[in-house]
T-cell receptor, first 115, second 111 residues
């Protein structure tokens, strides 16, 4: 069974540009989460999808971040315009519904560098 | 808000036991986790414990939970060089599905 995949693995962009990160969850997982780790600090929750609906977006830092999950399969996270403080590693995770919700499986992350 | 704290570094000799500690503030956390991140890799779910348990053992890994002190620990027996990684403690925030992570403990195993 394939794990959570993320694309790209690395992205280097200039301040003010736009970047779109993609996450493909484990097949059959209705729950999809985005987290990020900034500057070696703790990993922080951004948002949670259940299928195509946003269940919890309390961690989204500001309106420069837009997450979508059309069709309830893969998800994209767009940052527009990017700022220096957006640099970090963006992780995606997925989990099953019901009891499986307690097991979140993470992807390898996308390292974003804003210069 | 919820807070999870870990020490930043731990260095142990190969073959010894490692103990990584974590404290948390949210007494209503239901599940508590240990994730492992090897260099260049993602977060691997190592193990987790439900809050009504005191201990969970899985091969070389032992998780201990002290709910009174809000203290979680991960013991790795017979530590190997392949165990060198960053270990993250995380708790499931009450009534949500979001994980609250600590800053991670970098475990270095030397021969």
């Amino acid at each position: 069974e394939a794990g959570v995949t993320q694309f790209p693995s690395h992205s280097v962009i200039e301040k003010g540009q736009t970047v779109t990160l993609r996450c493909d969850p484990i097949s059959g997982h209705d729950n999809l989460y985005w987290y990020r780790r900034v500057m070696g600090k703790e990993i922080k929750f951004l948002l949670h999808f259940v299928k195509e609906s946003k269940q919890d977006e309390s961690g989204m830092p500001n309106n420069r971040f837009l997450a979508e999950r059309t069709g309830g399969t893969y998800s994209t996270l767009k940052v527009q315009p990017a700022e220096l403080e957006d640099s970090g590693v963006y992780f995606c995770a997925s989990s099953q519904e019901g009891r499986g919700t307690y097991e979140q499986y993470f992807g390898p992350g996308t390292r974003l560098t804003v210069t | 808000g919820e807070d999870v704290e870990q020490s930043l570094f731990l260095s142990v000799r190969e073959g010894d036991s490692s103990v990584i500690n974590c404290t948390y503030t949210d007494s209503s956390s239901t599940y508590l986790y240990w994730y492992k991140q090897e260099p260049g890799a993602g977060l691997q779910l190592l193990t987790y414990i439900f809050s009504n348990m005191d201990m969970k053992q899985d091969q070389r890994l032992t998780v201990l939970l002290n709910k009174k002190d809000k203290h979680l620990s991960l013991r790795i027996a017979d530590t190997q060089t392949g165990d060198s990684a960053i270990y993250f403690c995380a708790v499931l925030s009450y009534n949500t599905d979001k994980l609250i992570f600590g800053t991670g403990t970098r475990l270095q195993v030397f021969p």
